[in-house]
């Protein structure tokens, strides 16, 4: 019996955070990575009918052409544009790391680390150059 509460003592407890504590709370970089793959995937649910609408309008006919190249030149709708870019880079990456922990590689702490850290510098720049070229910039 006096073991049980030893071990009962020993292992860690986990406790629920209140709104305060979530401003100052350190997710590991894998936990940052979990929840951006969440976001991205609602966001590119949610995006889906206006990429659907784009593409209809790019393929109707050359006026419809036209009326899409004209709401893409809005800057509002090219930012909506390069945050859907990277909606779909970082759920694409995030998407490949988490297929390859399933078949148990790079599940140890610090592949797990290198890989998430790998899935940002990977994702995060080709996002950016894309919305440098989206922008006319390059």
Do not use: C
């Amino acid at each position: 019996m006096a073991n049980e509460t030893a071990s009962a003592r020993e292992r860690p407890q986990f406790r629920n955070l209140s709104p305060g504590q979530l401003a100052s709370y350190r997710l590991p970089a894998a936990g940052i990575l979990s929840i951006l793959h969440r976001v991205s995937g609602v966001v590119l649910v949610l995006m889906l009918p206006l990429l659907l609408w784009l593409f209809d309008l790019s393929l109707k006919s050359e006026s419809t052409y036209e009326r899409m190249r004209m709401t893409t030149d809005n800057v509002l709708v090219k930012l909506v544009l390069a945050g859907l870019i990277w909606a779909i880079l970082h759920h694409l990456f995030a998407g490949l790391r988490y297929l390859a922990l399933d078949v148990h590689m790079g599940v140890d702490k610090e592949p797990a680390r290198r890989s998430a850290l790998t899935v940002f510098a990977v994702s995060l720049p080709l996002a950016a150059v894309a919305a440098l070229w989206l922008f006319g910039v390059i």
